[in-house]
């Protein structure tokens, strides 16, 4: 079993699917990693409907207990269309107050569990050139 592994939360989107998976790779987390992909990662946890929250609690807390998994990484992208915010700066501010949300959820629901905020901005809308920008 493993030590210590992680949880990704992040957006279906497929035009972020390969850019992710190479993130993943780079910061070596390909052996030990979870994903949860769901339309605006964060969104559906801050939302505020419980059975969805509770959904969501219970697939992290699926990798908390079978993979011992300590760390959550919430990770949303500009020109999300979950969200459809066109503004940048309106967009990327309403973003992170919904993952600021979801940390609160999830450190309140897990004894010690730590969780992370990367955001991807995209410079085309193809998802060909991103940068992955830790909050
Ligand atoms: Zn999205």
């Known amino acids: ?12 989107d497929f035009r972020l699917i390969e850019k992710t998976n190479e993130w993943i ?12 992909s769901i339309a605006g990662a964060s969104k559906a946890l ?19 207990l079978l993979h011992n998994a300590r760390k959550v990484i919430l990770m949303h992208h500009s020109n999300c269309g979950a969200y459809g915010i066109s503004d940048e700066e309106e967009e990327f501010a309403k973003q992170l107050e919904d993952m600021e949300t979801a940390e609160e959820i999830i450190k309140n629901s897990f004894d010690e569990i730590e969780v992370k905020k990367v955001f991807i901005q995209m410079k085309d809308h193809e998802g ?4 992955f920008i830790n909050l």
């Open 1 to 12: 079993m493993h030590n210590c592994s992680t949880v990704i939360i992040h957006c279906m």
């Open 25 to 36: 790779k780079q910061n070596n987390l390909t052996d030990d990693t979870d994903v949860i």
């Open 46 to 64: 801050a939302g505020g409907d419980k059975e969805i929250q509770n959904f969501l609690l219970d697939q992290i807390n699926v990798s908390y």
């Open 128 to 131: 060909k050139e991103v940068e």
